[in-house]
Nanobody, 123 residues
Framework: VQLQASGGGLVQPGGSLRLSCAPS????????IAWFRQAPGKEREGVSC????????YYADSVKGRFTISRDNAKNMVYLQMNSLKPEDTAVYYC?????????????????WGQGTLVTVSS
């Protein structure tokens, strides 16, 4: 089980990016899916999660109101729309399966992920 994140890049503060998450050979609809990020010298941070069963969404306080997670089961994709980006959002972003909807609520329990995508917010 692996996932591929894409869509990162260099953006100015206040700008927007949409990250995409594509699976390798399985249906994303069968899992809760999270985005987490890791900046140099910092701990991994859970950013957002969408549950498997009902599609409930959860966000870290640091991104609430700016980021939106969504899933398109027909296309087998999960997205992270990031608006009003700040320099502190700079990190490598990963998408991951989550072990349960309960852990999704707490933005923990990342089970499988793959290559991340670099987001750099700078003027």
């Amino acid at each position: 089980v692996q996932l591929q994140a894409s869509g990162g890049g260099l953006v100015q503060p206040g700008g927007s990016l949409r990250l995409s998450c594509a699976p390798s050979g399985f249906a994303l609809a069968d899992y809760a899916i999270a985005w987490f990020r890791q900046a140099p010298g910092k701990e991994r941070e859970g950013v957002s999660c969408i549950s498997e069963t009902i599609g409930n969404t959860y966000y870290a306080d640091s991104v609430k109101g700016r980021f939106t997670i969504s899933r398109d089961n027909a296309k087998n994709m999960v997205y992270l729309q990031m608006n009003s980006l700040k320099p502190e959002d700079t990190a490598v972003y990963y998408c991951a399966t989550v072990a349960s909807d309960h852990l999704c609520l707490f933005l923990r329990g990342f089970a499988s992920w793959g290559q991340g995508t670099l987001v750099t917010v700078s003027s």
